[in-house]
């Protein structure tokens, strides 16, 4: 038995949830994964997972062993980098999950000045505002708004953009230019940003020195993709709450119009984030550290702003 790459495949099936998964992710046969963790139970006279038909499920022995495997295999890929001379000038794929219009409008936009240091790393994006599990769909890190509520990820903090309150010439031409927050509240239409994870609707937020105003929406529409939420503003659809970086080019070209500026609310942060127990690689970490030099003044401002 090839003792350590059975415990870099029980680890991956733990990661992953399954064996199906867990295969795809170091490129082996499902068989062969399967063998290779059957022999590391005989190895060690213990019971790691326990199979049924549905769902593979971790024993508290194989907690245990996984919890000090990750950190051996952790261990042993720091070392082995640290000899490699591929580390001044990293190469393979980097897998990033990233939001619909931080892809649009700030990354991809970025992405040459990356790729002219670093032309050995290739780069698969995820591109959806739904969460994405980063462990079982192999993905190296995401760039994500907001706040973060899971303590087994590592964030770093990559810049804060700027929410802005905007509607379409047409629109505000048939319902008017609201001068207070509350105006809203009266015969406005707002289209809602909808939590991709919940679908509940993101409230309006406002600030004005010391004074914050929040307004729940009974939204005319609601959108959970954040280009199609920008999408239906444009369209005349109604008032909503974006990204500066998102609006930018549409408040330039005059299909949008920033109303409530003064009641801009608090910057909203960005994150790039990946799992604890994942060995940083140095195509990963050049990534993380070119983000956040690039992506502050981007995200701030808005990449054609």
């Avoid at 295999?73 to 580390?87: G, K, Q």
């Avoid at 706040?147 to 905007?166: E, F, M, Q, Y």
């Avoid at 008017?176 to 909808?194: F, I, Q, R, S, W």
Wanted: glycine residues 6%.
């Amino acid at each position: 038995m090839d003792q350590l790459l059975a415990m870099r495949a029980f680890s991956r099936v733990v990661e992953a949830g399954n064996f199906t998964r867990a295969a795809e992710t170091i490129n082996i046969p499902n068989a062969t994964m399967s063998k290779l963790v059957q022999e590391l139970e005989a190895h060690l006279g213990i019971k790691l997972l326990q199979r049924t038909t549905r769902r593979v499920t971790v024993t508290p022995e194989g907690q245990e062993y996984y919890d000090k495997a990750v950190r051996i295999l952790r261990d042993l890929e720091a070392i082995d980098s640290s000899f490699d001379v591929s580390r001044r000038n990293p190469g393979g794929k980097l897998r990033i999950d990233i939001g619909g219009s931080a892809a649009r409008d700030v990354l991809i936009p970025l992405l040459p000045e990356f790729l002219e240091s670093y032309p050995d790393i290739q780069f698969e994006l995820g591109v959806s505002d739904r969460a994405v599990d980063m462990i079982s769909d192999n993905v190296d890190c995401v760039i994500r708004g907001g706040p973060l509520d899971s303590s087994s990820l590592i964030a770093r903090h990559i810049g804060n953009a700027k929410l802005i309150t905007c509607a379409s010439p047409r629109y505000l031409k048939k319902y008017g230019v609201p001068a207070y927050p509350d105006e809203l509240k009266n015969g406005h239409k707002l289209t809602a940003y909808l939590s991709p994870q919940d679908g509940r609707p993101f409230p309006f937020r406002f600030a004005l020195n010391d004074k914050k105003i929040e307004i729940k929406v009974e939204q005319r529409i609601g959108v959970n993709e954040s280009n199609a939420h920008l999408a239906a503003a444009i369209a005349g659809l109604g008032i909503v709450q974006t990204f500066s970086y998102a609006a930018c080019e549409a408040l330039r070209d005059g299909k949008l119009v920033e109303i409530l500026s003064e009641w801009r609310p608090s910057p909203y942060p960005f994150h790039v984030v990946y799992p604890q127990n994942r060995y940083v690689s140095p195509r990963l970490r050049v990534f993380i550290d070119w983000l956040a030099k690039s992506y502050p003044r981007a995200v701030a401002n808005g990449i054609t702003a």
